[in-house]
């Protein structure tokens, strides 16, 4: 099947280049024209793990396009992918400024009809408001008729491509049968594991995901409330470590026992610094205003946002009780992205962290394998090495704010010779804090003794 893909961000890059790696023809196009300059010129501007060897197959086998000119990509799909960013405004509402603009590029460039699928998560009822839009934009009086479907994207940065390709499930809100058709063909290659698979070779994982069709206003809220169901988990999760702290218990042990009832899960139980990305802080508090607005009380996902944004608080509380004065001091930050295998750094709690060390007059060092390169523009005042031992020299503390396994790797008998301290402030439980300890480290996490 023909299909366009309107944004080239990282939900835009991955649904084309795996659709076209399933054995459609994708037309791509964004309204950066650097980008798609970069991306005709071999380039992936983001870091996906996989993402360039499916991009570049595709390329070389001709299934996919990356196109200036919306009004020919358009024109080349019979469905339409909106990959739009959905940002929140100061309210937290989502802007969904974007989608208005891609449904009148739509409406105005499109000269047979089309199917045009939401895959940018946006608020429940957005789907009636794109139909609307699609018929008022429209030039030629509605004569042409336009489809709306809700396909929500459950893709994780770091492992997006697997997941595309080996997905739990795949949701479609439809207006009717007919959509539903085209949309079960789109899906069907990966139903049926007929594409290459990057990540396991031929050696996939036998089963495959479910896909599901509902209303448009269901698919909709499904998004939403799975993403803020996991955030409210993480953060009931960052309350257990407070109190464990307190009482003298331990998180990992508490949650461990608590995730093997089947009903509750393992996953999304991880104490820490919280939450961060461009997912589930935006979506929380779109979730939180699209209930206000229609009148249903959401408290408790407003706690879970509150506790999510004291967890910083909670980190510098162990930080001055272990550093004392933090002016004039030689901070290691280790990690910079919001979370490991990715170089996205949008609401990553590491940079909160960093921001109030500069505050508060420390000396800040900081590592990523993947994020300097973003990071720099936004905190000039950092001292960035890619060689973690060399943050580490001379540090008077060491923070770890993402769980990279480059870090687990480190030999810390060898950071710990060069740091004028042995101090370590773990904001991830990464490392075992006995081991920490028999090095010879001040060692301190979240929730643990
Ligand atoms: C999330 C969802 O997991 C995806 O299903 C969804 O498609 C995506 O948002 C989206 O809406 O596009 P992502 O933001 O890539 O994916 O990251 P996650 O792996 O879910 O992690 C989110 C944050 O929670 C990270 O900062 C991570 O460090 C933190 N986290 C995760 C914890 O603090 N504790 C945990 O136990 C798990």
Redesign the pocket.
């Known amino acids: 099947m023909r299909l366009t893909v309107i944004g080239c961000g990282y ?1 835009g890059l991955v649904t084309g280049a795996c659709l076209a790696a399933a054995g459609h023809e994708v037309y791509c196009t964004d309204i950066d024209e650097k980008r798609i300059d970069l991306l005709n010129a071999g380039k992936v501007p983001i870091y996906e793990e996989h993402l360039d060897e499916v991009l570049k197959r595709a390329r070389a086998e001709k299934k996919i396009f990356f196109q200036k000119d919306s009004g020919e990509a358009i024109r080349a799909g019979e469905v339409i992918f909106i990959c739009v960013g959905t940002p929140p405004k100061d309210t937290g509402e989502a802007d969904l400024s974007a989608i208005d603009h891609v449904a009148r590029q739509v409406a105005t460039e499109a000269k047979t009809p089309k199917l045009v699928v939401e895959k940018s ?1 946006v608020p429940a009822l957005t789907g009636v408001q794109l139909q609307k839009a699609l018929g008022a934009y429209s030039r030629n009086g509605g004569a042409l008729k336009f489809q709306v479907a809700s396909n ?9 491509v697997e ?1 595309f390709f080996h997905p739990d499930r795949i949701v479609v809100g439809v207006e009717n049968q007919s959509s539903a058709t085209v949309m079960r063909e789109i899906y069907q290659p990966i139903l049926e594991r007929k594409f290459h698979c990057p990540v396991h070779g031929g050696t996939c994982p036998k089963g495959s995901g479910e896909l599901l069709v509902t209303t448009i206003s269901s698919a909709e809220l499904i ?1 939403h409330a ?2 803020s169901f ?2 409210l ?2 953060s009931y ?2 309350v257990i470590s407070d109190l464990c702290e307190k009482i003298g218990a331990d998180v990992e042990e508490v949650t461990r026992a608590m995730g093997l009832d089947p009903r509750i899960g393992t ?14 802080p935006k ?1 929380i508090q779109a979730f939180i205003h699209l209930a206000g607005s229609i009148g249903v009380e959401f408290d408790m996902l407003k706690a879970a946002e509150r506790v999510n944004k004291q967890r910083i608080e909670r980190f510098f509380e162990k930080i001055h009780k272990a550093l004392w004065v933090i002016k004039g001091k030689k901070v290691a930050v280790l990690g910079l992205a ?2 490991p295998n ?1 170089d ?1 750094i949008r ?3 590491a940079l909160d962290v960093i921001r109030k060390l500069l505050e508060e007059g420390a000396e800040v060092h900081a590592t990523d394998p993947e994020a300097i390169g973003r990071t720099r523009p936004l905190l000039p005042q950092v001292c960035y090495h890619e060689d973690p031992y060399e943050a580490l020299k001379g540090a008077d503390a060491a923070l770890v704010c ?2 990279w396994k480059q870090f687990r790797a480190l030999d810390w008998e060898k950071a710990g010779k060069s740091m004028a301290r042995r101090l370590v402030i773990d904001g ?1 439980n990464f490392y075992s804090p006995k081991k920490m300890q028999e090095m010879g480290f001040e060692y301190y996490s979240f929730g643990r003794s």
């Open positions: 939900v998560t929500p994207e459950f893709l994780r940065e770091g492992t997006a997941d998004k799975s993403n996991l955030a988990k993480i999760a960052n996953q999304f139980l991880k104490a820490g610094l919280g939450f961060g990305g461009f997912c589930f979506d919001f979370k990715t996205d609401f990553a709690p993402t769980e991830r």
